[in-house]
């Protein structure tokens, strides 16, 4: 348009010159030898994807020489050759596979170590190892511990102390017995109770502490003693003698082989007046023996029937008066202890009622044939004291009158079938 600014000509690069010369072409020159080497890595990486992974693992990566070398930095140049196959291996090989295979090598290393040992050990002989089999159970023997809870142990005093003394007894370290627990009662003056060199019977009542040290005991030793013998003579039926050295409201109390024993009032023979009896000496028997409980029960009562029991045996004659009549027999009066005439020991004939034979007050003669003092029971028998079975029924006087000449005759007889038992029961044992 006219009168308009005309637009400005974009300014155009200079042309160069047709003289200039030309950069030649960079060409890269492989050479057949390198051409070759690439064209195998690739089929080898084709072949690779369809192995297993060990198989893969054993054909790509490098020994641990090459491994060495790449870790460690270059000193000299290599050649462009070294260079370029470095690099190819590198690209088929990951980190994991280098350190798998570090892995693997230390493991084969291991191994081989291991399996070396085995086989040295293996080799070994027992004689190379010194073995004495009297010397190792005499170790064993030495470094046993002495002193378990409730054993005995035999030893001598080393020490006496204010509060306790110590006992040799062969373990790492001495036994202490504390104070209390030296004897029964009350003891005053250990020294002299307790001499060094003394030789005592102990019981081990707790086992070692961490210096080997046991604590011991003559108090609960001779308690164990004591229960014991207390056992023993209630089996046996014994009646013993006590001092009463104290009451209360439901009886009185005793000592006896250092164990305290208490009597019900209704065990003693004058019940109501039993704080009387304090400081005098009574007759008892066994009613309870239980160590575990410590419980000892004495009667006076019973001590009587106990006396009496100790004045019969099996095959005695004795008499004395029906006192009461029962479906099952007779209940005999023996002078403060009761037997019982069972219906089968009567008579060996039948009978109709036990009264067709001896009434309430009777007195008769009968042999015992049982006798258990710690249960109390006493059975009698005259259905030995007969002739012709159911003699007792037809002739009863004249059985009485010859008691004395039959008894003796049954009472061989008791003692051959008692002999006859024991045999058969040590034959049982022996076989």
Same mark, same amino acid.
Request: proline share 11%; aromatic share 6%; net charge positive.
């Given at each position: 348009m006219a009168g308009s600014d005309s637009q400005p000509k974009k300014a155009t690069p200079p042309k160069?010159?047709?003289?200039?010369?030309?950069?030649?072409l960079q060409v890269m020159h492989i050479s057949r030898k390198t051409a070759e080497e690439i064209i195998n890595k690739e089929s080898t990486n084709n072949d690779i994807s369809n192995q297993s992974i060990e198989k893969r693992f054993d054909e790509t990566v490098?020994?641990?020489?090459?491994?060495?070398q790449l870790n460690k930095a270059p000193e000299k140049k290599k050649s462009i050759r070294e260079d370029s196959d470095s690099s190819d291996i590198l690209k088929t090989t990951t980190m994991e596979d280098l350190l798998r295979s570090e892995e693997n090598s230390y493991?084969?290393?291991?191994?081989?170590?291991d399996d070396q040992n085995v086989f040295e050990q293996k080799s070994r002989v027992v004689d190379e190892f010194d073995f004495d089999e009297d010397e190792f159970l005499a170790a064993l023997e030495e470094n046993q511990p002495i002193g378990t809870t409730g054993e005995i142990a035999k030893g001598s005093v080393i020490a006496v102390e204010s509060d306790g003394i110590y006992v040799d007894i062969g373990g790492k370290a001495?036994?202490?017995?504390?104070?209390?627990?030296? &004897?029964?009662? !009350?003891?005053t003056n250990l020294k002299e109770r307790f001499?060094?060199?003394?030789? *005592?019977?102990?019981l081990v009542t707790r086992e070692q502490n961490a210096d080997g040290m046991v604590t011991i005991s003559c108090r609960a030793l001779e308690l164990r003693k004591s229960w014991d013998k207390v056992q023993n003579l209630a089996k046996e039926g014994k009646v013993i003698r006590v001092k009463i050295n104290g009451f209360n409201r439901g009886g009185v109390t005793c000592d006896f082989e250092g164990l305290r024993g208490f009597i019900p009032r209704s065990q003693l023979e004058d019940g109501e007046n039993h704080q009387s009896l304090v400081s005098k000496t009574i007759n008892t028997a066994f009613l309870e023996v239980n160590p575990e409980r410590r419980?000892?029960?004495?009667?006076e009562k019973k001590a009587a029937i106990a006396s009496r029991f100790s004045e019969l045996e099996i095959g005695q004659l004795i008499v004395g008066e029906i006192?009461?009549?029962?479906?099952? &027999?007779?209940? !005999?009066?023996?002078?403060?202890?009761?037997?019982?005439?069972?219906?089968?020991? *009567?008579?060996?004939g039948s009978i109709r009622s036990l009264r067709e034979i001896f009434q309430i007050g009777e007195s008769i003669k009968a042999l015992i044939t049982d006798l258990d003092p710690s249960r109390g029971r006493i059975g009698l028998n005259t259905a030995l004291l007969e002739g012709p079975p159911g003699e007792l029924i037809t002739d009863k006087a004249k059985v009485m009158e010859e008691a004395d000449e039959r008894a003796i005759k049954a009472r061989n007889s008791l003692n051959k079938e008692k002999v006859d038992n024991q045999k058969e029961e040590k034959d049982i044992k022996l076989s």
């Open positions: 160069p010159a047709i003289t200039a010369p030309r950069k030649p490098p020994d641990e020489k090459n491994i060495s493991a084969k290393n291991t191994q081989a170590f001495p036994g202490f017995m504390p104070k209390n627990e030296c &004897g029964l009662g !009350v003891i001499p060094k060199g003394m030789q *005592v019977e102990v419980k000892l029960v004495l009667s006192s009461t009549i029962k479906p099952y &027999g007779f209940f !005999v009066d023996l002078k403060g202890v009761s037997g019982l005439l069972h219906h089968s020991m *009567v008579t060996n």
